[in-house]
Nanobody
Framework: QVQLVESGGGLVQAGGSLRLSCAAS????????TGWFRQAPGKEREFVAA????????YYADFVKGRFTISRDNAKNMVSLLMNSLKPEDTAAYYC????????????????????WGQGTQVTVSS
């Protein structure tokens, strides 16, 4: 099992940047693919980005391509999401999620694809 704790959220002006962090517990974190999701008030939780257990492969939702970068440091049991050029529509609670690496890496964009979740961190982008 793995436990996840997000941090780094806050209030930022449009066009600004934030880096979210996801700290994981467990010696086997390097065997988990990890994703970031977000949920705005009144909306369903949606996929943002994912990174393979080794860090070699990533993929993103279309609405963040070119603006957000996901990365990981397995030595520190940490996954990060660097968010640049933030827009008011990026305002949401952001969640880190993990799934064991077996099976296909690509296409895991549903909430039900990830059994492990953090508690979320709030990002608010003002216009």
């Amino acid at each position: 099992q793995v436990q996840l704790v997000e941090s780094g959220g806050g209030l930022v002006q449009a066009g600004g940047s934030l880096r979210l962090s996801c700290a994981a517990s467990g010696r086997t974190f390097s065997t988990y693919n990890t994703g970031w999701f977000r949920q705005a008030p009144g909306k369903e939780r949606e996929f943002v980005a994912a990174i393979e257990w080794s860090g070699a492969r990533t993929y993103y939702a279309d609405f963040v391509k070119g603006r957000f970068t996901i990365s990981r440091d397995n030595a520190k049991n940490m996954v990060s999401l660097l968010m640049n050029s933030l827009k008011p529509e990026d305002t949401a609670a952001y969640y880190c999620a993990a799934r064991y690496y077996s099976g296909s890496f690509y296409g895991k964009i549903k909430v039900t694809d990830y059994p492990y979740w953090g508690q979320g961190t709030q990002v608010t982008v003002s216009s």
